[in-house]
């Protein structure tokens, strides 16, 4: 039994830098996380072990300070929460603001904007807000659902697979060949290299093993990306979940993970995936 990592997983620099700012902003007192920082688990626990509160209704919280998530929000919740009178900080990743940016563009260039993306996700969710009669598709059927405009403008949530966004984007011009497609790549450049790097990994895997969140939207992606390549692919949290009989000795077995994903998770899968190979070599 073989293991190789993926050319590039785990953390990107927007989830690493939300993660420090957050244990910073607690260092100095109590602070409140508006949602999930990051969807995984294992990061939010350490969090509230280091005194970070984590609440998902704004009337729930406590504290005088409130972090905005990596994943952004609108400047209409950023106001509505500096209205109840607290200190909001942001943990945005960059490229989520970078998407911000270039939705509000295309919408002053007198676009309808569009959004590719999963509706109740909160990061399209601070992405449409700002932008009453914004469309969200994820398929053909929901372009199909649109109402025709003289011009659209197209962005993309930020961990969507570049080459599904590519497809809807192309379905859009032929589904209205009389309007006028503006689109604006807004796929983050890590989710860009993972989704890469899990395709060149698992073609060359008998076994595929995804670190990460289950309620990580570029996690699952990573999954499914992964099993149009390889026929045996698995989700994990950590390396607790890991089951032997998953693997035969002969195996070659590719790890990969997300990018909410941290180093410690995934080098506790690798750990668990070698003691594996070590009793499939001693059994042989």
């Not at 919280?61 to 009178?85: M, N, P, W």
């Not at 969140?213 to 990573?222: D, E, P, Y």
Request: glycine share 6%.
């Amino acid at each position: 039994m073989k293991l190789h990592r993926a050319s590039h997983l785990g953390w990107c620099f927007g989830v690493r830098d939300a993660v420090r700012d957050a244990q910073q902003a607690a260092a100095s007192g109590p602070v409140t996380i508006l949602g999930e920082l990051v969807h995984n688990p294992a990061v939010i626990e350490n969090l509230r072990q280091n005194g970070v509160l984590t609440r998902h209704d704004p009337s729930d919280v406590t504290t005088e300070r409130v972090l905005i998530t990596a994943h952004g929000a609108s400047r209409q919740r950023i106001h509505a929460l500096k209205e109840l009178g607290l200190q909001v900080s942001e943990t945005t990743c960059p490229l989520v603001h970078r998407a911000h940016a270039a939705l509000d563009s295309l919408v002053h260039q007198g676009c309808h904007p569009v959004i590719i993306g999963q509706r109740q996700h909160v990061e399209v969710r601070g992405l449409s807000e700002d932008h009453p009669g914004c469309d969200i598709v994820l398929s053909e059927a929901d372009i199909d659902a649109l109402t025709s405009r003289p011009r659209f403008g197209v962005v993309s949530q930020t961990t969507q697979p570049i080459a599904r966004v590519h497809e809807l984007v192309q379905y859009l011009r032929t589904r209205f060949p009389e309007s006028e497609v503006r689109f604006r790549d807004t796929v983050c450049q890590p989710t860009k290299d993972r989704q890469r790097a899990a395709e060149e990994l698992a073609a060359g895997s008998t076994v595929v093993v995804v670190v990460g969140g289950r309620h990580s939207n570029n996690t699952r992606q990573l999954v499914s990306t992964c099993q149009r390549f390889c026929a045996r692919v698995h989700h994990v949290e950590s390396a607790e979940e890991i089951n032997p009989t998953w693997f035969h000795a002969k195996d070659i077995v590719g790890l990969t993970a997300g990018t909410s994903t941290p180093d410690e998770a995934i080098d506790a899968v690798e750990a668990r995936l070698l003691g594996i190979a070590s009793t499939c070599a001693a059994a042989a």
